[in-house]
Nanobody, 119 residues
């Protein structure tokens, strides 16, 4: 599975961006865990959000709750991260990841897309 992340850019504080993560796979992804991570300069990578493909179980970092939303398009094998009310602290390289079916460890990673939020 190859992941291609896109949608990053420069936005002013309070603005919105939507990141996309397209998964190139021979079959429709099911029973996988999908997630978005970010790494700011000088900081460790952190998990922003993760969710089961069914959506039954979703985790959001406290720092993004109420502002970020993960979603997916099954037909397109694509995962989205809608980011609203962005803050300068959200500036980071965002990467998507997907597990193998029926596992919870992230096995496939996208290359990352830079989000810069100006104050």
């Amino acid at each position: 599975v190859q992941l291609q992340a896109s949608g990053g850019g420069v936005v002013q504080a309070g603005g919105s961006l939507r990141l996309s993560c397209a998964a190139a796979s021979e079959r429709t992804l099911t029973n996988v865990v999908m997630g978005w991570f970010r790494q700011a300069p000088g900081k460790e990578r952190e998990r922003v959000v993760s969710s089961s493909w069914s959506g039954d179980s979703t985790y959001y970092a406290d720092s993004v709750k109420g502002r970020f939303t993960i979603s997916r398009d099954n037909a397109k094998n694509t995962v989205y991260l809608q980011m609203n009310n962005l803050e300068p602290e959200d500036t980071a390289v965002y990467s998507c990841a997907i597990s193998k079916p029926n596992t919870i460890s992230f096995a496939y990673w996208g290359q990352g897309t830079l989000v810069t939020v100006s104050s």
